[in-house]
C-alpha cells in the first residue's frame, strides 16, 4: 500500500526536480478532462496535488481514452505515487483461448489508496501522471484523474457499481470491532460477462487485471451469484480490497466464445463487456451458533440412543411378565402357522405343502439332537406317515438340488447346513468391510486434506463446489458445516451395532441353553451381514464428510462407494433370511461391489462423451441382470459360467416354446420378469441420454432393485398371512416418512459440480436451520435417520415368525 503523507512542500520539491529536468509536468485538476496529443519527440506530464484528511483513506481513479488501434505503438500511460508507480498501455491487450487477442482503447484504473497517518495535521499528496509513446506521429488521448467518493464499503449497505475487462473496480472494507467474520455477497442481473471476485490483503500493487487476479488472495469466478467467507484472523491489518475482474471471454464460466476468426476480435464484442454488480457485505455468524450446532447435531441423535433404551426396557419387561405367566408353548406357536399358508387352499388335502417333516428331515439337519426336538403331541406326531405306505428316496434327505427342485419350499429346507459354519460365512462380511473400510478411508483422508491446503494456499476457490451463500469454516476447513451435519451417518451406525450387538448375545445365550425356540423355530439369526451394514453406514458418514471438505467432480466417488456397498448389502440381507444356505459368499460379494465402483470410477472419467462406454456398460448390466436372475430363480443351482446363458436358452426354449408350460416358480419368475424390465429401462435410458452423474445413475439403479425386492418381500409375507408387529410397522411407516422428507432436501440442489464453478454458485442459496445448516445438510441428518430405520425394518421385518416352526415358514 502506499506510505505515509509526503511532508510539507514535497510537492513543490517534485515540481522543481522535473523542471531541472527540464520537463516541467503541468498542473491537473481532478475531474477535468485532458486532450492532448504525444509523439516520439513530445509527451505530456501531469501533476496532481491533493490534501488527505487524518485517519481519510483516499483512493484516485485514472481515466484514459485513445482512437489510435495501432498496435505498433500504443499510447504508453505510467502513473507514480509516493511509494508506487502503475503503468499500462493503450489499447490494452488481453489474451483468451486459442490466442485470441481483445484490445481496448478505454482504460480506468483505481491507484493504490494512501493509508490513514497517525497525524494530527493534513498531510499533502501528489501524483505525477506520464502520456507518452514511440510513435512517429502524433497520437491523441483524454485524461480524467477523479477522487472516489464511495471507496470503503459498509457493513449492511449494497452498493452497486459498473465494471469491464479494461476498467476493473476494487473496494476497501475495514472489519468492525464487533465483528470477526463477514460474508461478501456479490450479485449481477445478467450472467455474462464472466468475471472474477477476489479478496486480497492491503498491497500495492493490487492484481486487478485478468492475467494477473489470481496472483494474490482468494477468487471466484462469476456469472449471476458469488459469495466468499472472510475471517478477521487472515487479516492482520483487519482490512482487505475487494477486487472485481471482468474478463474478455466467458470460457471460464460455461459461457461460449466469440466465433470470429483468428486474430483481433471485434469492437463490438468489446463494448459488450461491461457488467452492472451489486456488492453487499453483512457479519457472518457468531462463535455461539457453532456451539448450538453442535449441540443439535449430537443430541438429537443422541435422542435415538434414548429411544433404543426405552424400547429395550419395554420389551426386558415384557419378556418377564410372559416369563412369569408361563411361555406359549410349540404346539400353538405352530398351530398359528397352520392355517396361515396361502396357497395351502390348492394343495391337497392333508399335503404337508413341500415341507419335510421330522421323520425325513431329522437326518438332514445336522444338529438335531433329542433334546432339540419338540415334545410329543406336537403337530410334527401328526404329519408322520408310515413307511410301508410309499417308497423313500434317501437322496432327498441330503442332496440339495433335489430339494430345492420342489414346487413349494420351506425354510426347513434351505437351512440344512451348520448354523456355526454359516454363522462363521457371515462374520468374514464383517470383517472383510472393516478391512475394506480402513484401506478405502485412508487414501481418501489424505487426498481431502490435499485439496484443502490447495485451496487454502492457492486462493482458488473454484476448486471445491460449496454453497457459499452457507459454508461456515472452522480451522482448515471450508464448510464445516456440511461435515459436522455427517455425524448421524457415524452415531446411527454405531446405534444400530450396539441394537445387533444386544440381539447377538441374548441368541448367543438362548444357543447354549437349548432353547427350542432358538433351534428349530423362526428365521435362523445370522447376524454377520447386520454388522457390515452398521459398519457401511458409519463409513459411509466418514467418506461423505470426506468428500464434502472439498466436493468436486473427481472425488464424488467416495460420497457414494459405500452407498453402494449398503444397498448391496440390505438386498443380500434380504435374500438371507429366507435363502440362509445359499447366500453369496463375502468374498464374491466384495468383489461385485468392487466392479461396480470401478465401474463408476470409469463412468467419470469416460461417460461423458464416448458413446462406445456405454453401449459396453450396458451391455454389461443386461447380462448380469440376467446371470443373477437365472441364479435366484433356479436357488442357486444354475452354475455361473461362460456356459450359463447355452444352457439357460435351452431351458427357455424347451419349457416356453416346446412345451409352453406353466413357469414352475410363479412369484419367483414375476418378480424376476419386473426386475429385469427395470433394469433394461436403466439400460436403455443410460444409453440413450447418457446421464453426467454416471455415480448416481448407479445407485439409482441398485436403490431402485432394493426397493423392488423389498416391496416384493413385504408383499409375499403378507400373501403367507405372516404378521407385521408394532415395532417393524412403525420402522415400515417410519423409514418411508423420512425417506420422502429427505429426498425433498436432497432434490434442492446447491451446487453442481456437472457445470462450471461459477455456474454451479448460481444454485447457492442461505442456510435454513439455525443459520447453520444449508437444505444438503438437513439431507444428511434425515438420510441418516432414513436408513437407520430401513436397517431396523431388516432386523425385526420377521420377528413375528419367532415362535413358528420352520418347516412352517414358506420360502419367497
Given at each position: 500500500m502506499a506510505g505515509r503523507a509526503a511532508p510539507a512542500g514535497g510537492a513543490l520539491l517534485c515540481a522543481l526536480l522535473w523542471a531541472a529536468a527540464g520537463d516541467s509536468p503541468a498542473p491537473g485538476a481532478f475531474g477535468h478532462v485532458y486532450r492532448g496529443a504525444v509523439n516520439i519527440s513530445a509527451e505530456r506530464v501531469y501533476a496532481f496535488a491533493y490534501r488527505s484528511q487524518p485517519g481519510q483513506v483516499d483512493a484516485v481513479r485514472v481515466y484514459v481514452n485513445s482512437s489510435s488501434e495501432n498496435l505498433q505503438y500504443p499510447v504508453l500511460f505510467v502513473v507514480r505515487q509516493q511509494k508506487g508507480v502503475l503503468s499500462w498501455q493503450v489499447p490494452l491487450i488481453f489474451r483468451g483461448l486459442y490466442q485470441r487477442t481483445y484490445n481496448y482503447q478505454e482504460v480506468s484504473r483505481t491507484l493504490c489508496p494512501t493509508e490513514p497517518t497517525p497525524e494530527t495535521r493534513p498531510s499533502d499528496q501528489i501524483i505525477f501522471v506520464d502520456v507518452a509513446s514511440m510513435a512517429p506521429f502524433n497520437i491523441a488521448y483524454e485524461l480524467l484523474v477523479t477522487r472516489?467518493?464511495?471507496?470503503?464499503?459498509?457493513?449492511?449497505?449494497?452498493?452497486?457499481?459498473?465494471?469491464?475487462?479494461?476498467?476493473?473496480?476494487?473496494?476497501?472494507?475495514?472489519?468492525?470491532?464487533?465483528?470477526?467474520?463477514?460474508?461478501?455477497?456479490?450479485?449481477?442481473?445478467?450472467?455474462?460477462?464472466?468475471?472474477?471476485?477476489?479478496?486480497?490483503?492491503?498491497?500495492?500493487?493490487?492484481?486487478?487485471?485478468?492475467?494477473?487476479?489470481?496472483?494474490?488472495?482468494?477468487?471466484?469466478?462469476?456469472?449471476?451469484?458469488?459469495?466468499?467467507?472472510?475471517?478477521?484472523?487472515?487479516?492482520?491489518?483487519?482490512?482487505?480490497?475487494?477486487?472485481?475482474?471482468?474478463?474478455?471471454?466467458?470460457?471460464?464460466?460455461?459461457?461460449?466464445?466469440p466465433s470470429s476468426i483468428h486474430g483481433n476480435v471485434n469492437r463490438t464484442w468489446n463494448l459488450q463487456r461491461t457488467k452492472n454488480l451489486q456488492v453487499t457485505i453483512v457479519p457472518s455468524i457468531k462463535k455461539s451458533v457453532y456451539v448450538q450446532a453442535m449441540f443439535f447435531s449430537f443430541l438429537g441423535f443422541l435422542s435415538f440412543y434414548l429411544g433404543s433404551v426405552i424400547v429395550a426396557f419395554v420389551h426386558y419387561i415384557r419378556v418377564q411378565r410372559k416369563a412369569s405367566a408361563g411361555r406359549l408353548s410349540p404346539e400353538h406357536g405352530s398351530g398359528m402357522m397352520t392355517s396361515s399358508h396361502p396357497i395351502s387352499a390348492g394343495t391337497p388335502e392333508g399335503s404337508s405343502y413341500g415341507a419335510i417333516d421330522e421323520s425325513s428331515s431329522s437326518g438332514g439337519r445336522q444338529l438335531s439332537s433329542p433334546e432339540r426336538r419338540p415334545p410329543a403331541g406336537s403337530d410334527t406326531d401328526s404329519s408322520v406317515e408310515e413307511e410301508s405306505d410309499f417308497d423313500t428316496m434317501p437322496e432327498i434327505e441330503s442332496d440339495k438340488n433335489i430339494i430345492r427342485t420342489k414346487v413349494f419350499l420351506y425354510l426347513s429346507d434351505l437351512s440344512r447346513k451348520d448354523r456355526r459354519i454359516v454363522s462363521k460365512k457371515y462374520k468374514i462380511y464383517f470383517w472383510n468391510i472393516i478391512t475394506i473400510a480402513v484401506f478405502y478411508a485412508l487414501p481418501v483422508i489424505q487426498l481431502v486434506i490435499t485439496y484443502q491446503t490447495v485451496v487454502n494456499v492457492t486462493g482458488n476457490q473454484d476448486i471445491c463446489y460449496y454453497n457459499f451463500l452457507c459454508a461456515h469454516p472452522l480451522g482448515v476447513l471450508s464448510a464445516f458445516n456440511n461435515i459436522l451435519s455427517n455425524v448421524g451417518h457415524m452415531m446411527l451406525g454405531f446405534l444400530f451395532l450396539l441394537i445387533v450387538l444386544r440381539r447377538d448375545i441374548l441368541h448367543r445365550r438362548a444357543m447354549e441353553m437349548k432353547d427350542i425356540y432358538t433351534l428349530d423355530y423362526g428365521i435362523p439369526k445370522h447376524f454377520g451381514l447386520f454388522y457390515a451394514m452398521g459398519i457401511a453406514l458409519m463409513m459411509e458418514g466418514v467418506l461423505s464428510a470426506c468428500y464434502h471438505v472439498c466436493p468436486n467432480y473427481s472425488n464424488f466417488q467416495f460420497d457414494t462407494s459405500f452407498m453402494y456397498m449398503i444397498a448391496g448389502l440390505c438386498m443380500l440381507k434380504l435374500y438371507q433370511t429366507r435363502h440362509p444356505d445359499i447366500n453369496a459368499s463375502a468374498y464374491s460379494a466384495y468383489a461385485s461391489f468392487a466392479v461396480v465402483i470401478s465401474l463408476a470410477v470409469l463412468g467419470v472419467v469416460f461417460g461423458k462423451n464416448d458413446m462406445w462406454f456405454w453401449v459396453i456398460f450396458s451391455m454389461i448390466h443386461v447380462l448380469a441382470s440376467l446371470a443373477l436372475s437365472t441364479q435366484i430363480y433356479y436357488m442357486g443351482r444354475f452354475k455361473i459360467d461362460v456356459g450359463m446363458f447355452r444352457r439357460a436358452v435351452m431351458v427357455l426354449y424347451t419349457d416356453c416354446i416346446?412345451?409352453?408350460?406353466?413357469?414352475?416358480?410363479?412369484?419367483?419368475?414375476?418378480?424376476?420378469?419386473?426386475?429385469?424390465?427395470?433394469?433394461?429401462?436403466?439400460?436403455?435410458?443410460?444409453?440413450?441420454?447418457?446421464?453426467?452423474?454416471f455415480a448416481s445413475y448407479i445407485l439409482g439403479i441398485f436403490i431402485c432393485n432394493l426397493l423392488l425386492y423389498l416391496a416384493f418381500y413385504i408383499i409375499m409375507k403378507l400373501r403367507s398371512s405372516e404378521k407385521l408387529l408394532p415395532i417393524p410397522m412403525f420402522c415400515i411407516v417410519a423409514t418411508a416418512v423420512v425417506w420422502a422428507a429427505a429426498l425433498y432436501f436432497f432434490f434442492q440442489t446447491l451446487s453442481s459440480w456437472e457445470e462450471t464453478p461459477a455456474e454451479s454458485r448460481e444454485k447457492n442459496r442461505p442456510c435454513i436451520l439455525l443459520g447453520f445448516f444449508d437444505d444438503h445438510d438437513v439431507w444428511h441428518f434425515l438420510s441418516a435417520a432414513a436408513l437407520f430405520f430401513s436397517f431396523l425394518v431388516l432386523l425385526t421385518l420377521d420377528d413375528d415368525l419367532d415362535t413358528v416352526r420352520r418347516d412352517k415358514i414358506p420360502v419367497f
Amino acid at each position: 500500500m502506499a506510505g505515509r503523507a509526503a511532508p510539507a512542500g514535497g510537492a513543490l520539491l517534485c515540481a522543481l526536480l522535473w523542471a531541472a529536468a527540464g520537463d516541467s509536468p503541468a498542473p491537473g485538476a481532478f475531474g477535468h478532462v485532458y486532450r492532448g496529443a504525444v509523439n516520439i519527440s513530445a509527451e505530456r506530464v501531469y501533476a496532481f496535488a491533493y490534501r488527505s484528511q487524518p485517519g481519510q483513506v483516499d483512493a484516485v481513479r485514472v481515466y484514459v481514452n485513445s482512437s489510435s488501434e495501432n498496435l505498433q505503438y500504443p499510447v504508453l500511460f505510467v502513473v507514480r505515487q509516493q511509494k508506487g508507480v502503475l503503468s499500462w498501455q493503450v489499447p490494452l491487450i488481453f489474451r483468451g483461448l486459442y490466442q485470441r487477442t481483445y484490445n481496448y482503447q478505454e482504460v480506468s484504473r483505481t491507484l493504490c489508496p494512501t493509508e490513514p497517518t497517525p497525524e494530527t495535521r493534513p498531510s499533502d499528496q501528489i501524483i505525477f501522471v506520464d502520456v507518452a509513446s514511440m510513435a512517429p506521429f502524433n497520437i491523441a488521448y483524454e485524461l480524467l484523474v477523479t477522487r472516489l467518493e464511495n471507496f470503503q464499503l459498509e457493513t449492511n449497505k449494497a452498493f452497486n457499481f459498473t465494471a469491464s475487462p479494461s476498467q476493473p473496480q476494487y473496494f476497501l472494507y475495514r472489519f468492525p470491532q464487533d465483528v470477526d467474520s463477514v460474508i461478501i455477497n456479490v450479485v449481477s442481473d445478467a450472467a455474462y460477462p464472466c468475471s472474477v471476485v477476489s479478496v486480497q490483503d492491503i498491497v500495492c500493487p493490487v492484481y486487478d487485471l485478468d492475467h494477473n487476479v489470481e496472483f494474490n488472495g482468494v477468487y471466484q469466478s462469476m456469472t449471476k451469484q458469488a459469495a466468499i467467507t472472510v475471517q478477521r484472523k487472515d487479516f492482520p491489518g483487519e482490512q482487505f480490497f475487494v477486487v472485481f475482474v471482468i474478463k474478455p471471454e466467458d470460457y471460464a464460466c460455461g459461457g461460449s466464445v466469440p466465433s470470429s476468426i483468428h486474430g483481433n476480435v471485434n469492437r463490438t464484442w468489446n463494448l459488450q463487456r461491461t457488467k452492472n454488480l451489486q456488492v453487499t457485505i453483512v457479519p457472518s455468524i457468531k462463535k455461539s451458533v457453532y456451539v448450538q450446532a453442535m449441540f443439535f447435531s449430537f443430541l438429537g441423535f443422541l435422542s435415538f440412543y434414548l429411544g433404543s433404551v426405552i424400547v429395550a426396557f419395554v420389551h426386558y419387561i415384557r419378556v418377564q411378565r410372559k416369563a412369569s405367566a408361563g411361555r406359549l408353548s410349540p404346539e400353538h406357536g405352530s398351530g398359528m402357522m397352520t392355517s396361515s399358508h396361502p396357497i395351502s387352499a390348492g394343495t391337497p388335502e392333508g399335503s404337508s405343502y413341500g415341507a419335510i417333516d421330522e421323520s425325513s428331515s431329522s437326518g438332514g439337519r445336522q444338529l438335531s439332537s433329542p433334546e432339540r426336538r419338540p415334545p410329543a403331541g406336537s403337530d410334527t406326531d401328526s404329519s408322520v406317515e408310515e413307511e410301508s405306505d410309499f417308497d423313500t428316496m434317501p437322496e432327498i434327505e441330503s442332496d440339495k438340488n433335489i430339494i430345492r427342485t420342489k414346487v413349494f419350499l420351506y425354510l426347513s429346507d434351505l437351512s440344512r447346513k451348520d448354523r456355526r459354519i454359516v454363522s462363521k460365512k457371515y462374520k468374514i462380511y464383517f470383517w472383510n468391510i472393516i478391512t475394506i473400510a480402513v484401506f478405502y478411508a485412508l487414501p481418501v483422508i489424505q487426498l481431502v486434506i490435499t485439496y484443502q491446503t490447495v485451496v487454502n494456499v492457492t486462493g482458488n476457490q473454484d476448486i471445491c463446489y460449496y454453497n457459499f451463500l452457507c459454508a461456515h469454516p472452522l480451522g482448515v476447513l471450508s464448510a464445516f458445516n456440511n461435515i459436522l451435519s455427517n455425524v448421524g451417518h457415524m452415531m446411527l451406525g454405531f446405534l444400530f451395532l450396539l441394537i445387533v450387538l444386544r440381539r447377538d448375545i441374548l441368541h448367543r445365550r438362548a444357543m447354549e441353553m437349548k432353547d427350542i425356540y432358538t433351534l428349530d423355530y423362526g428365521i435362523p439369526k445370522h447376524f454377520g451381514l447386520f454388522y457390515a451394514m452398521g459398519i457401511a453406514l458409519m463409513m459411509e458418514g466418514v467418506l461423505s464428510a470426506c468428500y464434502h471438505v472439498c466436493p468436486n467432480y473427481s472425488n464424488f466417488q467416495f460420497d457414494t462407494s459405500f452407498m453402494y456397498m449398503i444397498a448391496g448389502l440390505c438386498m443380500l440381507k434380504l435374500y438371507q433370511t429366507r435363502h440362509p444356505d445359499i447366500n453369496a459368499s463375502a468374498y464374491s460379494a466384495y468383489a461385485s461391489f468392487a466392479v461396480v465402483i470401478s465401474l463408476a470410477v470409469l463412468g467419470v472419467v469416460f461417460g461423458k462423451n464416448d458413446m462406445w462406454f456405454w453401449v459396453i456398460f450396458s451391455m454389461i448390466h443386461v447380462l448380469a441382470s440376467l446371470a443373477l436372475s437365472t441364479q435366484i430363480y433356479y436357488m442357486g443351482r444354475f452354475k455361473i459360467d461362460v456356459g450359463m446363458f447355452r444352457r439357460a436358452v435351452m431351458v427357455l426354449y424347451t419349457d416356453c416354446i416346446q412345451q409352453c408350460s406353466r413357469p414352475m416358480y410363479m412369484d419367483r419368475m414375476v418378480l424376476l420378469i419386473v426386475g429385469n424390465l427395470v433394469n433394461w429401462s436403466f439400460a436403455i435410458f443410460g444409453l440413450v441420454y447418457r446421464p453426467r452423474d454416471f455415480a448416481s445413475y448407479i445407485l439409482g439403479i441398485f436403490i431402485c432393485n432394493l426397493l423392488l425386492y423389498l416391496a416384493f418381500y413385504i408383499i409375499m409375507k403378507l400373501r403367507s398371512s405372516e404378521k407385521l408387529l408394532p415395532i417393524p410397522m412403525f420402522c415400515i411407516v417410519a423409514t418411508a416418512v423420512v425417506w420422502a422428507a429427505a429426498l425433498y432436501f436432497f432434490f434442492q440442489t446447491l451446487s453442481s459440480w456437472e457445470e462450471t464453478p461459477a455456474e454451479s454458485r448460481e444454485k447457492n442459496r442461505p442456510c435454513i436451520l439455525l443459520g447453520f445448516f444449508d437444505d444438503h445438510d438437513v439431507w444428511h441428518f434425515l438420510s441418516a435417520a432414513a436408513l437407520f430405520f430401513s436397517f431396523l425394518v431388516l432386523l425385526t421385518l420377521d420377528d413375528d415368525l419367532d415362535t413358528v416352526r420352520r418347516d412352517k415358514i414358506p420360502v419367497f
